[in-house]
C-alpha cells in the first residue's frame, strides 16, 4: 500500500509561487503509477489539477491552470512536485496527491484514483 504524503503548501499574495511535495512512504515498492493533483475548495467539488505517468512523458493540466502550473517527478526520490506561479485567489484550496490511477477514463476523475494523501491548504490573499 503505497502512501502518500504532499508538503508545500501555505499562504502568498496574487501573483505569488509555492512549489507542492507529493511524497510516497518509504514502505512503498515505488511511485510507479501516475500521480494527479487534484484540489478542493470549500463547497466544490474535488477537481482535476494535473497529471503525470510514471516515465513523466505524458502530462496533462487542467485549462485553468496551463501554463502556469507545471507538474514533474523525481522517481528516485519518490517525490512528485507542482510548481505554481502566478497564483490566482481563485486557486486558494486543499491541494491533494493521489495515485493508483485505472486508466480507464479521464485523468481528472477523482474516483479513479485509489491512493490519496491527507492534503496541503494553499491561500491566496488579493
Known amino acids: 500500500q503505497v502512501t502518500l504524503m504532499e508538503s508545500g503548501g501555505g499562504s502568498v499574495q496574487t501573483g505569488g509561487s509555492l512549489r507542492l511535495s507529493c511524497e510516497a512512504s518509504?514502505?512503498?515498492?515505488?511511485?510507479?503509477?501516475?500521480v494527479g493533483w487534484f484540489r478542493q475548495a470549500p463547497g466544490r467539488e474535488r477537481e482535476g489539477v494535473a497529471m503525470?505517468?510514471?516515465?513523466?512523458?505524458?502530462?496533462y493540466y487542467a485549462d485553468s491552470v496551463r501554463g502556469r502550473f507545471t507538474i514533474s517527478r523525481d522517481n528516485a526520490k519518490k517525490t512528485v512536485y507542482l510548481e505554481m506561479v502566478s497564483l490566482k485567489p481563485e486557486d486558494a484550496a486543499m491541494y491533494y496527491c493521489?495515485?493508483?490511477?485505472?486508466?480507464?477514463?479521464?485523468?481528472?476523475?477523482?474516483?479513479?484514483?485509489?491512493?490519496w494523501g491527507q492534503g496541503t491548504q494553499v491561500t491566496v490573499s488579493s
Open positions: 493521489a495515485t493508483g490511477f485505472s486508466w480507464s477514463g479521464n485523468w481528472e476523475n477523482p474516483e479513479l484514483y485509489s491512493c
Open positions: 503525470i505517468n510514471s516515465g513523466g512523458n505524458l502530462i
Open positions: 518509504k514502505y512503498a515498492v515505488s511511485v510507479s503509477d501516475a
